[in-house]
Every structure is written in C-alpha cells, then in structure tokens.
C-alpha cells in the first residue's frame, strides 16, 4: 500500500512539472509576441516619394580611421520605388543611377534653417581664479 501510495504522488507531481513547464513556453510566446509588438510600433516606417532628395550610408567607410567625416553621401534624388524596401537612386553629380536598400538612405533637408544660436562662453572667471590661486580642474564643484 505503501509503495502504492507513493506511486501516486510521483505521478502527480509529474503533472505538475509538465504543467509549469508548458505555462512556462505559454508564459514565454506570450512575451515574444509583445516584444516583437512593440518592437514594430517603435520602428520608423521611411516613406520616399519619387523626386525627393536622400542621403546615402556609405556602410564602407568604417574600416577608415576618419572620426570626423560623414558617413552619409549626396544628395540623390529618387527615381523608382521597389517592392520590399528597395530604392532606385540618381546621383545628382554624376547622373550615375543605383537600386539600394532603403535602410541605407535618408531624408535630405537643403532648406533647414537655424532659427536662434546660443553664444556660451567657456572662459575661466576671474573671480574663481582669484579665489582657488590656480585653474581648477572641476569647474562643478564652485558651481
């Protein structure tokens, strides 16, 4: 009776492992499905309309140790738009055409005006100088 008993009990404990691990897989499809949801809401959708002007990744130009150039070529204007996000371009320079991803482009603004610049000084003042004798190295901590 003894072992009887006890055989029981692993069956029943075995159901409910089975049962914690499918609510586990449940648990973790349902996570997967809101991920991807707001994964897909926070992607910008480029929408480019033939004739815009666009600007070009050049994804070559990592392998150069130019900190400070631009990574971005142009301005191309578009010509054709494909299926699955493929753009045909035409270089306004050359008047060379290319069929790209649209991942690599983005939109060019010629006309973007700055509205207001703000002057900020980075000199030193007087009267700190006075005070600490030397230039100090953190300017945060008398301010």
């Not at 586990?24 to 002007?53: C, M, P």
């Amino acid at each position: 009776m003894n072992m009887e008993e006890a055989g029981k009990e692993r069956k029943l404990q075995l159901q409910e492992l089975e049962e914690l691990s499918l609510e586990a897989y449940e648990n973790s499809r349902i996570y997967k499905e809101k991920t991807k949801l707001f994964h897909d809401n926070v992607l910008l959708r480029k929408q480019f309309k033939i004739g815009k002007k666009v600007l070009l990744y050049n994804s070559r130009l990592q392998l150069m140790p130019c900190k400070l150039r631009s990574r971005w070529m142009g301005p191309f204007t578009v010509t054709n738009l494909f299926p699955y996000g493929a753009v045909e371009i035409k270089s306004l320079d050359t008047g060379k055409i290319f069929k790209v991803n649209g991942h690599r482009l983005k939109l060019f603004h010629d006309d973007a005006n700055v509205s207001s610049s703000v002057d900020i000084s980075l000199n030193i003042p007087r009267n700190l100088k006075k005070r600490t004798g030397k230039y100090p190295q953190i300017l945060l901590l008398y301010a």
